[in-house]
């Protein structure tokens, strides 16, 4: 389990929101964040960078999740923005307060759908409480486990829930929901759904998830010379540089800029220019990726380009003087944090994990991870294990349709690319007194006009559930963390050890999924919206009372 962990957690999408309730108030803490999940993070900033968190995870919303049966505590959220006079307005809105509203429905689908800030996340809530925040790891005879020191445990102690945030969205969805036609003289209704511009009583911080193998590369300090221009003939700005990677670097100016994450700059290095004739270092293209609240200092990392001689120079100065360059550790502001919310996510996950094994040229599909609660998914596994009185993957893998299709995708990609998605859909029929359970995939739809067809037919005829997944290649096991099991293990087993290490190994790629169903059903037919989630609960509690 812990060695899969280390590959599941880096690559999660979900944005995990941790909540505090003081005096009764709710306030959103901290996020723990990774590479894949800062969108997520990014979007609910406003003008100032202040996170708008604690205004969209209200008390009535949490109420109404935790109103819902344990296993059944989600929803799908649909947002955007409106900047006007220099601020930026958010507009939220849950599928279950949309629905009470039909009109209303029509109108946040259609003009909200419309605006290039449009995003649809899944939402879902899940109880913790500061004791989750220890490690439980710990090997027989040992007192391994690590304590949460007094200073965490105060900061932990107010957090009770933890909201998991999933970006669902993609152009297509979006074209569906333009559809929706509305009263654009009424479009001021739709304020009842914007979140207020109050400054929040707590601030959100956002946490990176800390592992040792993360990087993927170390970055190295050094102070160097830079000239900025955003613009070939423009002006230069004066900088410097603060470390460097092959892939990038972070610069600190005098003066705040006026500059945003996406911005394509051009970099001179004069003083790195003096030692090298092979490469000319001007006018490099390079993407800005973060600028502190400050705005004098900037995170690059270089643009997309056949030949980048910034990135080849940067290689061959790292592979010279290794030795003499010093790597820039990160120090976090907290010590122990990263690794205490990530303990207290971990014993509150419900989302659906797929490891995908690389042996030779085969692709296989055998070790899927499940949380403290299952997944929707999970109990529809196990209900189609009742009614063949086997477990098989087969529902989930469609006679290796699956295998196939995110081996072909794990090839094409490398550990820093971002995740591919891939819808499943599975249609419960009713066939002969018997339910029959299907399952489609989005990529087997060769239009988007057969996939509305499919999704229409199983709305109105049958129960249909929909999941989204996020495939990711995944980097090196890191052996050093899981040293000691292993090490335990083979002092009464070598061979299980060495199997274990070797079954880790052999890991390529992980696909992190979650439900969508009462999203695709407002995709296609919102009317059907209500009608659908009571036939759904039906067949989950179904499996629920055969599997208990």
């Known amino acids: 389990t812990k060695g899969y962990e280390q590959y599941y957690l880096p690559r999660i999408n979900s944005l995990p929101v941790y909540l505090s309730i003081l005096d009764g108030q709710v306030a959103s803490r901290f996020c723990l ?34 109103n819902r049966p344990l296993a059944e505590r989600a929803d799908i959220l649909y947002c955007f923005t409106h900047a006007a006079k220099g601020k930026l307005y ?26 290039p800030s449009w995003r649809i996340f899944h939402l879902s809530l899940q109880k913790t409480s500061a004791t989750n925040s220890q490690s439980e790891f710990a090997l027989p005879g040992t007192h391994s486990v690590q304590q949460t020191s007094p200073l965490l445990r105060g900061m932990l102690e107010p957090i009770y829930y933890i909201a998991a945030l999933t970006d669902i969205s993609s152009a297509e969805q979006r074209y569906c929901y333009t559809g929706q036609t509305y009263d654009a003289s009424r479009l001021a209704v739709l ?33 160097t010379s830079v000239l900025v221009r955003t613009k070939p003939d423009s002006e230069p700005l004066t900088a410097f540089s603060r470390d460097f990677s092959s892939g990038g670097l972070q610069l600190e100016v005098s003066q705040p800029v006026n500059l945003q994450k996406g911005d394509i700059v051009l970099l001179d290095l004069p003083d790195l220019q003096k030692i090298t004739l092979k490469h000319q270092l001007s006018r490099l293209p390079y993407e800005i990726m973060a600028v502190s609240k400050s705005r004098t200092i900037m995170n690059l990392k270089i643009a997309k380009a056949d030949v980048h001689e910034g990135k ?30 990530r303990n207290m996510y971990l014993k509150s996950l419900s989302n659906f994990a797929i490891f995908v ?45 699956l295998n196939h299709e995110l081996a072909n995708q794990l090839k094409q990609m490398k550990r820093q690319d971002p995740p591919k998605a891939y819808e499943l859909y599975i249609r419960v029929a009713m066939v002969g007194g018997q339910r029959q359970l299907s399952s489609y995939f989005n990529f087997e739809f060769a239009t988007e006009e057969e996939l509305k067809l499919f999704a229409l037919d199983a709305i109105e005829q049958h129960t249909v559930f929909a999941f989204r997944f996020f495939l990711t290649r995944t980097g090196k096991l890191d052996s050093e963390y899981i040293a000691k099991e292993l090490g335990y293990i083979s002092v009464y087993a070598i061979h299980k050890a060495k ?7 052999h890991v390529e790629g992980v696909a992190d999924g979650v439900e ?15 009608a659908q989630q009571q036939q759904r609960q039906a067949i989950l509690q179904t499996a629920s009372a055969l599997t208990s």
């Open 33 to 66: 964040t990774s590479d894949y999940n800062k969108g997520s993070w990014h979007y609910f900033l406003d003008e100032q960078q202040q996170s708008v968190l604690s205004h969209l995870l209200s008390a009535r919303r949490l109420k109404h999740l935790l």
């Open 312 to 341: 080849q120079f940067f290689q061959q100065l790292i592979q010279s003087n290794r030795n003499k360059l010093t790597v820039a550790e990160e120090t976090p502001k907290y010590p122990g944090l990263s690794d205490a919310l």
């Open 357 to 401: 094994h690389r042996k030779g040229l085969r692709h296989d599909i055998n070790v899927i991870g499940q949380g403290v609660q299952p997944n929707p998914l999970h109990r529809l596994l196990l209900l189609a294990q009742q009614e063949h009185n086997t477990l098989s993957f087969e529902l989930l893998t469609k006679a290796h349709v």
């Open 499 to 505: 199997s274990l290490e070797e079954e880790l190994w």
């Open 516 to 530: 969508i169903s009462t999203e695709f059903v407002n995709r296609f037919a919102p009317s059907q919206s209500q």
């Open 191 to 223: 304020n009842k759904f914007g979140l207020s511009k109050a400054a929040p009583g707590t601030l959100c911080e956002a946490i990176p998830i800390h592992y040792v193998n993360l990087r993927a590369e170390s970055r190295y300090l050094y102070k």
């Open 90 to 115: 958010f507009y939220a809105a849950l599928s279950n307060e949309l629905a009470a509203e039909p009109e209303l429905q029509a109108m946040f689908f259609g003009f909200g759908a419309s605006k």
